[in-house]
């Protein structure tokens, strides 16, 4: 039981580029959400599913797109990278309200 | 929209103290709270998950209470040990978002 994993651990990009980090659940939850935690700052909400098919936005989700069509994954794309999002993302799965976190993955976009 | 302060940002105590970390919230109508703890670099481990319907959870030297009518809870550590040192976070949750505070960084001397 792997938990909840992600990937890469750290991603340096460019302006403008696009990419997608990883997170992927082997608990069966349905429930999976998106965060970023910015220095000084507590965890902000980016996207989250309550379901595969069913993604809905967080506090922050310009510039990120989601999709959920297996119970397991919750990809997190950036389809044009900006120097606004260098942070920590850590992705969470949970049953009920209770979560669990990924380790996260450090982003810097230059 | 929900906010979730804590006080104090941080805070540096002797090996053995008792202390007691603060975390309010500006809207009563939550499902429930939930402590965290963050070490450096890592992601977030649940310590302890107060359903609203509740007033404290205990789990060894770690208890947290909540006050739903005020937007209080606290969480109370006994004993203090250097290995406790960390960024403690809570998180309150309803209609399928969590909201995190900025979190407490805790610094135990030996």
């Known amino acids: 039981n792997a938990g909840v994993t992600q990937t890469p651990k750290f991603q340096v990009l460019k302006t403008g580029q696009s990419m997608t980090l990883q997170c992927a659940q082997d608990m069966n939850h349905e429930y999976m959400s998106w965060y970023r935690q910015d220095p000084g700052m507590g965890l902000r909400l980016i996207h989250y599913?309550?379901?595969?098919?069913?993604?809905d936005q967080g506090e922050v989700p310009n510039g990120y797109n989601v999709s959920r069509s297996t119970t397991e994954d919750f990809p997190l794309r950036l389809l044009s990278a900006a120097p606004s999002q260098t942070s920590v993302y850590f992705c969470?799965?949970?049953?009920?309200?209770?979560?669990?976190f990924g380790p996260g993955t450090r982003l810097t976009v230059t | 929209k929900q906010e979730v302060t804590q006080i104090p940002a941080a805070l540096s105590v002797p090996e053995g103290e008792n202390l007691v970390l603060n975390c309010s919230f500006t809207?009563?109508?939550?499902?429930?709270l939930q402590w965290f703890r963050q070490d450096p670099g890592k992601g977030l481990t649940s310590l302890l998950l107060i359903q609203s319907s509740q007033r404290e959870q205990t789990s060894g030297r770690l208890n947290a209470s909540l006050d739903k009518s005020s937007g209080r809870s606290t969480l109370y550590i006994a004993a203090s040990q250097p290995g406790d040192s960390a960024t403690y976070l809570c998180?309150?949750?309803?209609?399928?978002?969590?909201?995190f505070g900025s979190g407490t960084k805790l610094n135990v001397k030996p």
């Open positions: 809207d009563s109508a939550i499902y429930n």
């Open positions: 998180a309150v949750y309803n209609f399928n978002k969590f909201y």
């Open positions: 599913s309550v379901g595969a098919g069913i993604t």
């Open positions: 969470a799965s949970g049953q009920g309200s209770e979560q669990y």
